[in-house]
Every structure is written in structure tokens, then in C-alpha cells.
């Protein structure tokens, strides 16, 4: 943790520092002015592990502004920088150019730097509050023409803490209600800090309902804020947890919920765990990392996972894209399956998402229809003129 926390103000006070050099020239240039940039700095690297270090002692402040004003001042460095970059690439292979420096071009540099960042931060809060609707349709012929279809309502990493308060869920419940599922999955990352009971998001989940009941996973950041107090939370809004178990359900879908390992990839009992599973029916995986090893494709249908954020906001979606290749969406796997990676109905830290909305997932799994014999046969009517 030493380490971690190390780490992340040496990185965090790196990437402000290359903010002031870019936006320098149209800031002011007193020691005063210079001294409140420096104040300022530490007390936004300080907040939020401050704030997560008294959420798990017990002792946050009941307020969320402190948390929300640091994670947003978080993205507008990170958004900052990334366009810092940019302007430092467009200057330069202009003055290459040029072949001199031009005082104008560097405080116009600037001023598209500051202007483009709070236009994408105005952008990503906008987005980030916009809950999107991602409807797909699977046939399989696990499913007999008596039981299906059957309709899932997926999400995953809403983050429900500190900082991210319930106006997303607000949304994703009236969604699920319209659209009364059959079941509904939970894919990790619901949990982010400390939740007592009684809390908003508990009464708000515990509304939804489907006739197959709720079930969930734990991703890394129960693990981070308490998984005894994340599962208790999941449980008073009805959630049936799943660590490293699985379930037939009405003999149509067996599900399987594993663990989040506290790293990419599986641990060694979930895959023990999927190559023992007997399934029944269509076989579903539940996991929090988009994260399938060799070993177990082929013994699953479907894999439901989060933790990606589709990247989340830039820079970090090149850098998302590079550790998961399924960051988004459904893809075939080489050993038979698919593995559908959801955006999150949430947001982590900075509260904004760029080009990655929230999304509630609903997936009918349907019949594939049966051939038809008759056509082809010697004197059936398609062979008719």
C-alpha cells in the first residue's frame, strides 16, 4: 500500500506539474498566485486517499462535495494533460516549420488547451449522467421453444460510495421495471465505500425485481472497501452473492458467479470451479474481469464482465484498450463462447466518461429455430413448381 500510495502522488503531482508548464503562459505570475497552485496541488493529491482512508475507518463526512470537487479536479488534469501532449506535438512540428519560436503560437497552444479541456469536462458530466439502453439478441438451441426466451438485465461497476451518489441508479431502476426481466445480474464494482443500512442506492436496488431472481459478483473494489460489508450491502437489496458457486436456475440457465482475484486473470479455483460446473441448459458466467483462460472456453456460453469502463474518459482508454482486448461489447471467443464486456453504469474517480456512456445491458437469449425437414423432401410443396 506503501508503495501504491508512493506511486500515485509522485505520478499525480507529475501530470499537474505538466499542466501549469503548458497553461503557464496565460497564467498569472506572482509568488502569491504561484504559492495557491502549489497549496492547491497537494490538498487535491491528499483528498481522496484522506477520504478513503476515513470512509474505512468509519469516519467520512457525511458530505460528498470534498470528494466530488477532487475526483473532478483529477479529470481535469488527466484531460489536461492529454491535450497538453497534443498542443506540445502541434507546436512542435510547427516550429519545425517555422524554424523559430512564436510567442503567440504558445499562448494560443494554451488557450486551446484550457478551453478544450473544459469542454470535454463539461462534455464527459453530461455523458457520465446519460444512462444508454444496449439491447442484444442470442438464439441457442440450449433452450427449448417452452422455456425461452428469457431476458437478462446486465450491469456492473456503478460505484456507489464516496463520490457517486444515486441519480445514475435513479435511472437504471426505471428501466428495469419497464422492462420486467427474467433476471438480473450484477457484474462487480457495485460497492465503492461505505454503505450503512438504510442507504438511498439499498432501497433503490432492492426494488428491482425478476421472476428469476437477482444475483451478483464481487469485483476488485468490494474487495478494496470490505467484502464482509460489500456482501451485507448486496444482500439487503436482495442480491443472492455468488463467490465461486454456481446455480441451476428452473433447469434453463446455470450460472456461475466467480471471484474477482485482485488481479487480471482467474484464480485457480474459479477455473476449477467452471471445468466441474454439470450445466443445464444455457451456461452463464459471471465475472467481474473480461478475463477468459484458454483452459475453460468451450464450457460456457456466455461470459458477463465489467471493470473496463470502455476506457472511461481520455487518456485512459488507449491504456484500457492495451491491458483488455475485450474492453466493449461482444466478441467470439476462439474456443466457442462469447464474452459481452459492459461500459459500467457508474463511474471510477473523475466523475465523467468521454465517448463511453453508462450502460444497462439486456440480453434476450431465445430459441435458435429448428431447420425445416419438410423443405427439400421429394413431393413437398417447396419443390413444387
Not at 448486496?234 to 471471484?259: A, E, Q
Amino acid at each position: 500500500m506503501i508503495i501504491f500510495i508512493s506511486v500515485y502522488i509522485l505520478v499525480y503531482a507529475a501530470l499537474q506539474f505538466l499542466l501549469y508548464l503548458r497553461l503557464r503562459p496565460i497564467l498569472p505570475q506572482g509568488p502569491r498566485f504561484k504559492l495557491f497552485l502549489a497549496a492547491w496541488g497537494i490538498i487535491m493529491i491528499l483528498t481522496p486517499p484522506l477520504l478513503r482512508f476515513l470512509d474505512g475507518q468509519g469516519s467520512a463526512p457525511p458530505w460528498a462535495w470534498p470528494g466530488w470537487l477532487a475526483y473532478c479536479w483529477m479529470g481535469f488534469v488527466m484531460v489536461g494533460t492529454y491535450f497538453s501532449v497534443v498542443s506540445w506535438m502541434v507546436g512542435g512540428l510547427t516550429r519545425l516549420f517555422m524554424r523559430r519560436k512564436s510567442k503567440p503560437l504558445t499562448r494560443g497552444l494554451a488557450f486551446f488547451v484550457a478551453l478544450a479541456t473544459v469542454c470535454t469536462m463539461f462534455y464527459g458530466f453530461n455523458e457520465a449522467n446519460r444512462l444508454k439502453t444496449t439491447r442484444l439478441t442470442l438464439e441457442t438451441s440450449r433452450i427449448g421453444d417452452e422455456n425461452g426466451p428469457v431476458k437478462v438485465a446486465f450491469f456492473a461497476d456503478l460505484h456507489l460510495g464516496l463520490v457517486r451518489r444515486p441519480q445514475i441508479l435513479n435511472q437504471l431502476s426505471r428501466i428495469v421495471k419497464q422492462e420486467k426481466p427474467d433476471l438480473i445480474l450484477a457484474g462487480g464494482d457495485i460497492v465503492d465505500g461505505r454503505l450503512p443500512p438504510g442507504y438511498a442506492s439499498e432501497l433503490i436496488l432492492r426494488e428491482m425485481k425478476a421472476r428469476f431472481g437477482k444475483y451478483a459478483v464481487l469485483g476488485n473494489h468490494e474487495y478494496y472497501v470490505g467484502a464482509l460489508q460489500a456482501k451485507e450491502f448486496l444482500k439487503r437489496s436482495g442480491f443472492k452473492v455468488l463467490s465461486n458457486k454456481s446455480v441451476v436456475i428452473n433447469d434453463i440457465i446455470t450460472l456461475v458467479g466467480l471471484d474477482d482475484p485482485g488481479r487480471q486473470g482467474w484464480s485457480p479455483m474459479g477455473v476449477t470451479l467452471v471445468k466441474a460446473t454439470i450445466p443445464k441448459g444455457y451456461t452463464i458466467l459471471l465475472k467481474h474481469r473480461p478475463v477468459p483462460p484458454p483452459e475453460t472456453q468451450g464450457l460456457f456460453d456466455l461470459l458477463l464482465s465489467g471493470h473496463t469502463h470502455g476506457g472511461q474518459m481520455i487518456p485512459m482508454r488507449y491504456l484500457v484498450r492495451y491491458l483488455y482486448p475485450y474492453v466493449y461489447g461482444l466478441y467470439d471467443l476462439p474456443g466457442g463462447g462469447k464474452v459481452y464486456t459492459t461500459t459500467g453504469a457508474g463511474a471510477w474517480g473523475p466523475p465523467l466518461r468521454v465517448l463511453a456512456a453508462p450502460e444497462l445491458v439486456l440480453i434476450t437469449i431465445k430459441p435458435k429455430p429448428k431447420p425445416d425437414l419438410q423443405a427439400g423432401m421429394p413431393g413437398s410443396s417447396k419443390n413444387l413448381e
